[in-house]
T-cell receptor, first 115, second 113 residues
């Protein structure tokens, strides 16, 4: 398997623009997670899905953030409008079973810079 | 008190020595425990998981769990410069009907040749 695939790897945009990050989880994994990592705040869980259904979105910072998982092989994280404080590395991760739901496989991340 | 605490480091260890990384957690309901390694500019990578009290060994890595004292540690034997990275501790616990993975802030490990 190719692992978790994220795109784009790098995104530089201007404040106010819409940003869409994409993720393809590992085939067969039924959990998908979106994380954000910054030096100041570390690794933060934004939202996670189980079998394409959002389970916990309490980490989504505000209404500017939205995430979808239309099918088992694709998810998006959208920021509209983007702000400089959204600059971070965004990771997508997937995992297989509830009991090992801490055994995550991470994508390479999308580094977002909002000017 | 943070739910999962790690010393941020950096922890400097000479090559060939044992590196000892520690993590404490506050919730006694914690179910499972994980160590991730993150190289600079890369994504976290799972290196050890442990579910019951005691030691678990995998090559040069040993995870130790003590639920009574609420700590989990990672020992790296025969440390190599390639072990230099940030090590993240993560604790999985059941809240309501959902599992929640709580992350520590990570310990930066530097192995000096």
């Amino acid at each position: 398997d190719a692992g978790v695939i994220q795109s784009p790897r790098h995104e530089v945009t201007e404040m106010g623009q819409e940003v869409t990050l994409r993720c393809k989880p590992i085939s067969g994994h039924d959990y998908l997670f979106w994380y954000r990592q910054t030096m100041m705040r570390g690794l933060e869980l934004l939202i996670y899905f189980n079998n394409n259904v959002p389970i916990d979105d309490s980490g989504m910072p505000e209404d500017r953030f939205s995430a979808k998982m239309p099918n088992a092989s694709f998810s998006t994280l959208k920021i509209q409008p983007s702000e400089p404080r959204d600059s971070a590395v965004y990771f997508c991760a997937s995992s297989f079973a509830t009991s090992q739901a801490g055994e995550l496989f991470f994508g390479e991340g999308s580094r977002l810079t909002v000017l | 008190q943070k739910e999962v605490e790690q010393n941020s480091g950096p922890l400097s260890v000479p090559e060939g020595a044992i590196a000892s990384l520690n993590c404490t957690y506050s919730d006694r309901g914690s179910q499972s425990f994980f160590w991730y390694r993150q190289y600079s500019g890369k994504s976290p990578e799972l290196i050890m998981s442990i579910y019951s009290n005691g030691d678990k060994e995998d090559g040069r890595f040993t995870a130790q769990l003590n639920k009574a004292s609420q700590y989990v540690s990672l020992l790296i034997r025969d440390s190599q410069p390639s072990d230099s990275a940030t090590y993240l501790c993560a604790v999985n616990l059941l809240r309501g009907s959902n599992y929640q993975l709580i992350w520590g802030a990570g310990t930066k490990l530097i192995i000096k040749p």
